[in-house]
């Protein structure tokens, strides 16, 4: 009986022990997720703070440009990451083969049309200067925001793929410069116009209201953002649990009372 007490004393000790090093594992345990500065960043500043309360360690690591996150997030360097719509993410994927997804929405961010010289886009003079961004969905994105405000067409079926090229008729004979998109809200004391997607107005203190002379449609596909993932990962169920937070009414209302209106919950 002696015996049996002591290898029961030692099976105690030993799952104790186990259960210490499974709990101590847990604790490490860090969800990092990327975002480009301003709203995604705060958004998911927001979320980290959720997350925390229902056992679940996310860190934020910001970015400060449109490629990056990606990159980090193909390299295993972050987990998820939180700033894109879906085709720039298959843009990324085609001509960098990699196997990023979608896990779910995020937020709606529309591009606008902004000057700080014109209150109107039928004031827009001719061979106006019109700053668009360099990478090349943002750019297409931002030719269609054109050409919907009837600025100008394109070729038909060019879809946010449309280059420069893809212009058919300019009245206004709009001259075009691209630009980094990060330094477009710098640019506009230097051209009449600039298409901005909304999380570089807000981080450039720019107001929507003042400046922006037409956006986006709140049902435009390209204004819906999403959260990014690796395709081995697209059942994690810890992925599976941000996701659902990132959903749940605590962000949203968080969405609500910090951006009134100018960003929204896309889900």
Do not use: W
């Amino acid at each position: 009986m002696g015996k049996d007490k002591l290898i029961y004393r030692c099976f105690l000790s030993c799952s104790l022990l186990l259960s210490l090093v499974a709990c101590n594992q847990g604790d490490e345990q860090l969800l990092k997720v990327g975002a480009t500065v301003g709203p995604h960043a705060q958004v998911i500043e927001a979320v980290v703070i959720e997350a925390r309360k229902q056992g679940l360690n996310v860190k934020l690591v910001e970015f400060s440009d449109f490629i990056a996150p990606n990159a980090a997030l193909a390299s295993g360097d972050i987990d998820l990451n939180s700033y894109q719509h879906l085709p720039f993410l298959l843009n990324y994927n085609k001509h960098n083969e990699t196997h990023l997804i979608s896990l779910g929405s995020s937020i709606l961010m529309r591009m606008g049309i902004y000057s700080s010289k014109y209150s109107a886009v039928n004031e827009l003079p001719d061979n106006a200067l019109i700053a668009i961004p360099n990478d090349p969905t943002n750019a297409g994105r931002g030719l269609l925001l054109l050409a919907d405000a009837k600025l100008i067409t394109l070729k038909e079926n060019v879809g946010y793929q449309a280059t420069l090229n893809d212009i058919k008729t300019n009245p206004k004979h709009f001259r075009f410069i691209e630009i980094e998109a990060a330094q477009l809200p710098r640019s506009l004391e230097d051209v009449d116009a600039a298409t901005i997607t909304m999380n570089y107005v807000m981080s450039a203190g720019l107001d929507p209201n003042k400046q922006g002379i037409y956006l986006e449609p709140k049902t435009a596909p390209l204004a819906v953002m999403i959260i990014a993932a690796r395709r081995a990962d697209k059942n994690n169920a810890t992925y599976k649990k941000f996701v659902e937070i990132y959903h749940s009414k605590p962000i949203r209302d968080f969405i609500k009372k910090t951006f009134k209106g100018t960003i929204e919950p896309a889900y």
